[in-house]
Nanobody, 115 residues
């Protein structure tokens, strides 16, 4: 079965950096686009970044130039490097993939940006 396990969240000061990881299993990882979403308290879940199976990337305007999505097909892992973090980046970050018409989600990892 498809499983997605996020890690790497935590408390960081404004201007700091974090790298999130998402370990995937249960599907042919290299064949699928992977995405990161986030959900701030009291808000809807919004897309952050996507990486295609060929490595093409797309970002939400709010994170362009600060966040970088990447993937390691040998490790079945997708990453989100987050730099210049702002308090408004505080959220639970989720890894997601759509396989055979069904979207799967990890349980998320909490990122808190605060001084």
């Amino acid at each position: 079965q498809v499983q997605l396990v996020e890690s790497g969240g935590g408390l960081v000061q404004p201007g700091g950096s974090l790298r999130l990881s998402c370990a995937a299993s249960g599907f042919t990882f290299s064949s699928y686009a992977m995405s990161w979403y986030r959900q701030a308290p009291g808000k809807e879940r919004d897309i952050v970044a996507t990486i295609g199976n060929g490595g093409s990337t797309n970002y939400a305007d709010s994170v362009k130039g600060r966040f970088t999505i990447s993937r390691d097909n040998a490790k079945n892992t997708v990453y989100l490097q987050m730099n210049s973090l702002k308090p408004e980046d505080t959220a639970v970050y989720y890894c997601t993939v759509r396989v055979l018409g069904r979207r799967y989600w990890g349980k998320g990892t909490l990122v808190t940006v605060s001084s």
